[in-house]
Every structure is written in C-alpha cells, then in structure tokens.
C-alpha cells in the first residue's frame, strides 16, 4: 500500500492515542500524542454551536496545537488535577484555553471577537500589541478550601521582546523556565488532527519537573541540572532530530511511522500506548449545580431582571455546548436561604 493511501486508512480507523518513550541509557525521554476523534468531537461541538458557529481555520489550529500540548504536559507530570494551558490574547482572540486531566479527558474552547486573516499566525491572533500572555495552571482535584491553585504565566515573546511566531516557542520557554529542563516540542493541528512531540532531558539528579511547584514552596533547583541547560550532547542530538518533523508529517504519518524515519538510529523503550478508553478523550465536566452556583453568583437582583426579559435564564457551556435553562421557580430555589430547601426539590441534578 502507498504511504499516503495508508495513512488515510490510518487517519479514518485510528483513536486518539499517546505513546511514551524513553532514549535506552541516555538522559531523554519524549512522548507523542495524536488526537483525532477527541479533537474533531472538540470542533464538531463548537461547529453546532449556532450563537459562535465553527472556528476559522487558524483558530482551529492554535486551540487544536493548545489542546495537543495540554495533553502532552498533563502526561509529563505527576499530579492530581485539571493542566490548564489558557491564552490570554490583545488580538481578535480574547482567551484560548485547553484543558487535560489526569484521565487524559480533554476539553477546550476559545473566545473570538472580530475577523481574523485566514493566514492569520499567533501574533495577529492573540499578541497584537505584545500584550498576549499563556497561563498554565495546575489545579489540585482535592483542593482544600482556600488553597490557591498554581500558576505560572510567560509572555508572547522572546528574551529580545520580539514576537513569538509559534505556540512551541511558547511553551519551550515556559518549561525551561519552569522546570529548568531543555524541552523540545512540536506541535501541529487541523480540522481533523491535533498532534504534539515532546523531547525532554531528565534531570540530573532525582525528579524534576512541574508537580514540584505544584505546592507553594518553590522546588530547589539542582545546580548541576542547571549547568546541563543546552549542553547534554545527547539531548541536543535527539531535540534536532525531533525539531526536523515537519508540520505535514504530523498531521498525516501514524506514530510508529513518526518514531521509525526521526529515531531509526536510536535505541527506544518504549510504554504501552495509552488509547481507546484509557487514551485522551473528551469529556466536560460542566454541570447543573455549578451553573446554578454561577447564577447565585449573579446575586438575586440580576437574576430577577434576567427572568423578567426573557423569562428564563439560560447558560450555555463554552466548552461542550450544553445549555441549562433556569425558569422563575428553579431561579428561586437557587436563592432560597440554606435549611429552607424544599425537600426532593435541589436544583443540582
Ligand atoms: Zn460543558
């Protein structure tokens, strides 16, 4: 069979999947994920959308590239809890955010205002005035009441204040400040895949990496890991053939065909591949309860001159589409005094 007539097959029959691997006896590790089915659910969500309609194409990609990244970090660490990868953008698109939990389910969206150039890259898209920023949270699935989630947020441009044309260059900065790690990434998306390669030296000694900073102490970086920073002959060596994969390549070649033609001189271990049911998917994880909690935000006064507008009030999830419709009476269990709910009558499903 041709390459290209099996890589179609591949692309109709496959899952989302993430393989991760490690460079036998050297200090790298590295990881691919290729979303298909979880990303096209994404777009398909956001096309049924009839208030926003489907996103153009170089938004598309930016959130695909986002989300194919969220998944790749949340796989890099150990921790408990929602990676949340958000763009804040001074251009047409306001806020960017992807969204991976621990169980590789996925999720993202993205806030537009205004046209965008169909060949529209990052800078036109969310760092027009330089003023973009990336947000990457970790927040704890049982956090304790109080307890703020960690945040690190890294500008849209390079040491020089020059514009970052890539989300990877992006990202590569952030983790090298962050982790103190030389980090390789390659990202890609279209309307059918969303695909990411990460290369990443190990640390000299012990474990390092985000789950470190998760807490409020800030981890002790080890000064010999430091030192390393650029100068691992053999990260350089695996990081320049991972930076050779072209866009195209991702997007269309199947994993084992990606690691053969980069790797086919070094030696791999590789871990069984997460997909199917333990593989990324989507999921939401919106609510009732919580559009409920949203609305007793609101306080009682906007909520009674939402009702008497338009009768009810209704929220749609950015991220899934579902919309939950609130009526006078739900409107009043909601800011009814706690003690005084009507017995088998909660607004939370
Ligand atoms: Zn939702």
Known sequence: MPDSAQAQQKEESVLSELHKFLFDGLPVRGMIVRLTDAWQEILARRASNTATGAYAPPVAELLGEMTAA???MQANIKFNGAL???IFGDGPVKVAVAEAKPDLSLRATAKVIGNLPADARLPEMVNENNKGRCAITLDPKDKLPGTT???GVVPLFDDEGEKLGKLSDVLQHYMLQSEQLDTTLVLAADDKVAAGLLIQRLPVKGEGNLEG???TSVRDHDQANQDQI???EDYNRISILASSLTRDELLTLDIETILRRLFWEEK???FEPQAGLLGPHFACTCGRDRVAQMIRGLGVEEAE???AERGDIEVGCDFCGKQYRFDAVDAAQIFRPPGDQVPGSTVVQ
């Open 305 to 307: 001159e939402i009702l």
């Open 84 to 86: 949340i990868l958000q």
């Open 268 to 270: 791999l271990l590789r």
């Open 213 to 215: 900073q998760s807490g």
């Open 70 to 72: 969220a998944t790749l």
């Open 149 to 151: 989630p960690y945040q």
């Open 230 to 232: 650029g100068l691992n």
